[in-house]
T-cell receptor
Framework: DAKTTQPNSMESNEEEPVHLPCNHS???????IHWYRQLPSQGPEYVIH???SNVNNRMASLAIAEDRKSSTLILHRATLRDAAVYYC??????????????FGQGTRLTINP | KAGVTQTPRYLIKTRGQQVTLSCSPI?????VSWYQQTPGQGLQFLFE???????NKGNFPGRFSGRQFSNSRSEMNVSTLELGDSALYLC??????????FGSGTRLTVV
């Protein structure tokens, strides 16, 4: 399974942009890059995913490097509710075309008021 | 629309017992996967079902099993419980190629 590497923790201030990096140097051509976040006592929440092109949605933006070996999740204006553990995951194919998520340790994001 | 529903939310069992956890996916989602989350190991993939067939399995012993019904609801079973099985068990459903929607999980405590 292809692995991802993220910083253990990051800190930012409220209403400022946050850039969460992720390295995935062993990514294969068919792996999608997914981001999820997990708040305390809750299941992970889908944030965004992409394959090659940069992606935007109402929650965040995903910037993918041209060689796809790294990506950055961008929160444009952080709020206190964005404090969570953020997981960068490669969604690949297993047997019979099945897919699974392989979670790393994630980045614990702290937002200061 | 309703999210992924997992029952029960909390469960306490003793060593040696077995347990069955239930997951109802989002309507229309045919893929259901299960994950175990512990403080030491983080989130680990257990297995995935699609159209009542197990398509993928993680590195867990045979005591962990699951199934999916024709309405896409899924159950996972753990037999001969061990203390180390204490964890948050998460279920997620998805459409093919889309993001996963997770339930709030079942917190299992084995005493």
């Amino acid at each position: 399974d292809a692995k991802t590497t993220q910083p253990n923790s990051m800190e930012s201030n409220e209403e400022e942009p946050v850039h969460l990096p992720c390295n995935h140097s062993t990514i294969s051509g068919t792996d999608y890059i997914h981001w999820y976040r997990q708040l305390p006592s809750q299941g992970p929440e889908y944030v965004i995913h992409g394959l090659t092109s940069n992606v935007n949605n109402r929650m965040a933006s995903l910037a993918i490097a041209e060689d796809r070996k790294s990506s950055t999740l961008i929160l444009h204006r952080a709020t206190l509710r964005d404090a969570a553990v953020y997981y960068c995951i490669l969604r690949g194919k297993g047997i019979q075309g099945a897919q699974k998520l392989v979670f790393g340790q994630g980045t614990r994001l702290t937002i200061n008021p | 629309k309703a999210g992924v529903t997992q029952t029960p939310r909390y469960l306490i069992k003793t060593r040696g017992q077995q347990v069955t956890l239930s997951c109802s996916p989002i309507s229309g989602h045919r893929s259901v996967s299960w994950y175990q989350q512990t403080p030491g190991q983080g989130l680990q993939f257990l297995f995935e079902y699609f159209s009542e067939t197990q398509r993928n399995k993680g590195n867990f012993p045979g005591r962990f099993s699951g199934r999916q019904f024709s309405n896409s609801r899924s159950e996972m079973n753990v037999s001969t419980l061990e203390l180390g099985d204490s964890a948050l068990y998460l279920c997620a459903s998805s459409l093919t190629g889309g993001g996963y929607t997770f339930g709030s999980g079942t917190r299992l405590t084995v005493v």
